[in-house]
């Protein structure tokens, strides 16, 4: 397929990097996207749909001249790719879809009873300053100039207001490594049970839906709860792995 690297010009985008999915996600892209998890260097990574994937996997899972055929690859622009790509979790239907559902309510059940036992443990609200620290993973709460509770954190993903969509923090390479050691296993967890809002790296999403994928999240990653704190122009939502009282 063409390199990441490759430039194309796009007649709505103009120049842009080229990306490439096969023929029937270019033609429907409404169904679920396989692809490796995007890098820094290839954050649009090559896609194919889930009845090029069954040749891919036939072939011992690598492609070949014989399953290849079935891929009829496609370039489009990376924000063409992008938008297409988002549009995806619209196909979440049926038992997937049933299940989906089941999930995020167990999750918002769970992280409001987390979030009541960190305020009543720690009072989190009550501080009048907290500052997270992207390069010691860390997120402090202070009273008087004096740190009172450390929480080691995990970024789990963003919202931007502008834009109207969520991002998860795995796709977002400008997060400090220190912030996201761990988040991939939420895409992980998504890949395996066909959750698609867990491995699409952007949708159209809102604070609600934010909160929503986010207690997910948290009980992937066994998480004591979630602190959300306002950016330019949206929320940035972050796992609270462990916390701590300093004085």
């Known amino acids: 397929m063409t390199e990441a690297t490759d430039s194309i010009h796009c007649d709505q985008h103009g120049p842009a990097r080229a ?39 036939a072939g011992g899972g690598e492609w070949n001249e014989h399953n290849a055929t079935c891929l009829d690859v496609q370039v489009l622009c990376h924000h063409c790719y992008q938008s297409a790509q988002a549009s995806s979790v619209q196909a979440l239907d049926g038992a997937v879809r049933d299940a989906w559902i089941d999930t995020v309510t167990e999750g918002h059940h769970a992280l409001v009873d987390k979030q009541r036992g960190l305020e009543a443990d720690f009072g989190l609200s009550t501080f009048e300053r907290w500052d997270y620290d992207q390069a010691a993973g860390t997120l ?31 796709a977002n390479f400008h997060n400090a490594p220190r912030v996201v050691s761990r988040i991939g296993a939420v895409r992980d967890y998504g890949e395996a049970h066909g959750f698609l809002h867990l491995t699409v790296p952007q949708w159209a999403g809102d604070a609600p839906d934010g909160w929503e994928v986010s207690g997910v999240a948290a009980d992937v990653l066994g998480a004591r709860g979630v602190y959300r704190v306002p950016g330019a122009s949206g929320f940035l939502y972050m796992a609270l792995m462990k916390v701590q009282r300093t004085g």
């Open 19 to 57: 990306a490439c999915v096969c023929s029937h996600l270019f033609r429907q892209p409404i169904q679920r996207w396989h692809s490796d998890a995007p890098t820094p260097d290839t954050p649009h990574p090559d896609a194919w749909c889930t009845s090029c994937n069954a040749a891919l996997q």
């Open 140 to 170: 402090t709460f202070s009273q008087d100039s004096v740190a009172r509770v450390v929480a080691d954190i995990e970024f789990i993903g963003s919202v931007s207001e502008a834009s109207g969509t969520w991002r998860w923090a795995w």
